[in-house]
Nanobody
């Protein structure tokens, strides 16, 4: 299953962006959708996830600014980012798990979308 991430770009500090991650292919259902990011020269940082059973959650350090949502299991996850800071500059990656149409499981990562926060 391929993931198509979009919505990245250049934004000024204090601005907002909404990232999307769509699962393409033979997707029967998704049950886990997550976002991570990797800043230049740093390791991967987990942002949060949404599951079919527990809903959405974001790490404490990003709560109040970042929100994760989905299109109710249709295969698209969103990351709404508000009050962006220079330190939010990173490649943002999505991870989706679920079932394909033949009921086999999948665990896919997107290629990432670059967010640059700069004045």
């Amino acid at each position: 299953v391929q993931l198509q991430a979009s919505g990245g770009g250049l934004v000024q500090p204090g601005g907002s962006l909404r990232l999307s991650c769509r699962a393409d292919g033979n997707v029967f259902a998704t049950n886990y959708m997550a976002w991570s990011r990797q800043a230049p020269g740093k390791g991967r940082e987990f942002i949060g996830h949404v599951t079919s059973s527990s809903g959405a959650s974001v790490v404490d350090s990003l709560k109040g600014r970042f929100t994760i949502s989905t299109d109710n299991g249709k295969g698209t996850a969103y990351l709404q980012m508000n009050m962006l800071r220079v330190e939010d500059t990173a490649v943002y990656l999505c991870n989706v798990r679920g079932l394909q149409n033949d009921y086999s499981g999948f665990d896919s990562w997107g290629q990432g979308t670059l967010v640059t926060v700069s004045s």
